[in-house]
């Protein structure tokens, strides 16, 4: 398997006792497969993902990556955040660049990242400062910046959160092409029903409090994707269903808090 996750827990300190944040997360990738973890706010489908990334370490369990274990950071694997986090004293060209100079020439960086935006439909805006472009057109570049550097392994931390529908849905095509395209494997953090359901091969629904899988959905469907609303009702119903019993449990449990203050 290439991505596997073994039992995985994770706690952290909160005014000065451990709070139980993931548990017991077992969970296979299979190479070139692309996988949303679907959930409620505070699941933690981000403190998963930043395991994955090696920025944060877990409490007890393992994540090895093609039979490697992930102590730290690595090439192997690239990070989109919700933000593009890009640098403003630097063009388009120039942030795609940036991770590959120490290691390739100034030509060959350049050119790299020429493809890459091109991948992502932005190769006429390559001398452009971020801040003359669009939110979409940002989370483009961070797209870029990341497949620029290869990764076995590309994660994405709902990349897409903070723009609007629209924009959002031309994104979506533009992501699945270029996976179709590069046949990368792809851990994709989402708390849209809609757009895991656009994007999946399988779906793995986080609970909450502490975070644990739920179920794991496979979606059988050709790509590009073309569904009708109606073909993918009853995967929605049943997301919707096991989503809801959590939110439940949300609501419940801070109603009992506000009661005892």
């Known amino acids: ?15 000065g006792s451990s709070e ?62 919700q933000q593009a986090a890009l640098f403003p ?17 100034k030509k060959e960086a350049a050119e790299k990242a020429k493809h890459y935006l091109q991948m992502v439909q932005l190769g006429s805006y390559t001398n452009h400062s971020p801040h003359e472009i669009s939110g979409g057109m940002q989370q483009r570049v961070a797209i870029a910046r990341a497949l620029a550097m290869d990764p076995a ?16 849905s031309r994104l979506h095509e533009i992501l699945e092409n270029i996976f179709i395209e590069t046949k ?31 179920d794991i959905i496979e979606l059988d469907f050709p790509r590009p994707r073309s569904q009708s609303k109606e073909e993918l009702l009853s995967y929605e119903e049943k997301i919707q269903a096991l989503l809801k019993s959590e939110i439940d449990k949300v609501t419940e449990k801070e109603q009992k808090h506000a009661a005892s203050r």
């Open 1 to 15: 398997m290439f991505l596997t996750i073994n039992n995985l827990n994770k706690s952290f300190i909160n005014k």
């Open 20 to 81: 139980l944040v993931l548990s017991n997360i077992n969970l296979d990738v299979r190479e070139g497969e692309f996988v949303s973890i679907l959930g409620p706010s505070g699941c933690g489908k981000s403190t998963l993902l930043s395991i994955v990334a090696g920025l944060t370490s877990a409490s007890e369990g393992n994540i090895e990556l093609s039979g490697t274990p992930i102590k730290g950071p690595g090439k192997e694997r690239g990070m989109v955040f």
């Open 89 to 105: 004293w630097l063009t388009v060209l120039e942030n795609v660049m940036f991770p590959l100079l120490p290691v390739m020439s």
């Open 153 to 168: 392994l590309l994660l994405m931390d709902e990349p897409f959160g903070a723009l609007d529908e629209q924009t959002r």
């Open 184 to 214: 990368k494997t792809i851990l994709f953090v989402t708390h849209s029903i809609a757009e895991s359901l656009k994007l999946s091969d399988r779906i793995v629904v986080m609970g909450t409090q502490p975070g644990t899988i739920l």
